[in-house]
């Protein structure tokens, strides 16, 4: 069975920073790994999609990297703004048709 | 298009009730999921559709919970009865083809918020 782990559950940092969220997962079989956002009180909207034989995807200040044979894949955020606050979570897609998710990481970033 | 649509966005409902949740898809999308958010579970899949059938319901906790996809365009999600440790955040989610391919996204409602007393 898959297992999804998100490092750290909250991240608070002030604006402009870079930083860095991880993922993990278990069973590195998977078709596609999915970063999504989820704001208060909101469904969750996809970032970024990473197929299995890709190693990295990019949208503007975002940046996620993918290591299957370690478990592992990071979402870059570059310079951040106050509206990157969010919780950002993780998903594999290691079955035919669904995902697991991990519990995600609420980050926080002052002005 | 308006995106995946759920009402009611919240329900507050006592213990013993039955509650049915709805969802409207994004049209064209051939798959429908329905996930249920808790702080202790994370997000957990109870049941998706493929073409209105029902693929996969191992997700559902118990035989109180129920859905059914009569159309394209419509789901419910039911509890009956409803007890306190169902409240959570009961999210719906489509997609074009199931992220069965290895390149296609899930899109999801706004969620309903259910609290059981």
């Known amino acids: 069975k898959q297992e999804v782990t998100q490092i750290p559950a909250a991240l608070s940092v002030p604006e402009g920073e870079n930083l860095v969220l991880n993922c993990s997962f278990t069973?590195?079989?998977?078709?596609?790994l999915q970063w999504f956002r989820q704001d208060p009180g909101k469904g969750l909207t996809s970032l970024l999609l990473?197929?299995?034989?890709?190693r990295e995807q990019t949208s503007g200040r975002l940046n996620a990297s993918l290591d299957k044979s370690s478990g592992r894949s990071t979402l870059y955020i570059a310079a951040s703004q106050p509206g990157d606050s969010a919780t950002y979570l993780c998903?594999?897609?290691?079955?035919?048709?669904?995902?697991?998710f991990g519990k995600g990481t609420m980050l926080l970033v002052s002005p | 298009d308006a995106g995946v649509i759920q009402s009611p966005r919240h329900e507050v409902t006592e213990m013993g009730q039955e509650v049915t949740l709805r969802c409207k898809p994004i049209?064209?999308?051939?798959?429908l999921f329905w996930y249920r958010q808790t702080m202790m579970r994370g997000l957990e899949l109870l049941i998706y559709?493929?073409?209105?059938?029902?693929?996969?319901d191992s997700g559902m906790p118990e035989d109180r919970f129920s859905a059914k996809m009569p159309n394209a365009s419509f789901s419910t999600l039911k509890i009956q009865p409803s007890e306190p440790r169902d409240s959570a955040v009961y999210f719906c989610?489509?997609?074009?083809?199931?992220?069965?391919?290895?390149?296609?996204?899930?899109?999801f409602g706004s969620g309903t918020q259910l609290s059981v007393l």
């Open positions: 989610a489509s997609s074009p083809s199931g992220t069965g391919r290895s390149n296609e996204k899930l899109f």
């Open positions: 069973d590195s079989a998977i078709y596609n």
């Open positions: 990473i197929q299995s034989s890709q």
């Open positions: 998903a594999a897609h290691s079955g035919y048709s669904t995902l697991t």
């Open positions: 049209s064209g999308h051939d798959y």
């Open positions: 559709f493929n073409n209105n059938v029902p693929i996969d």
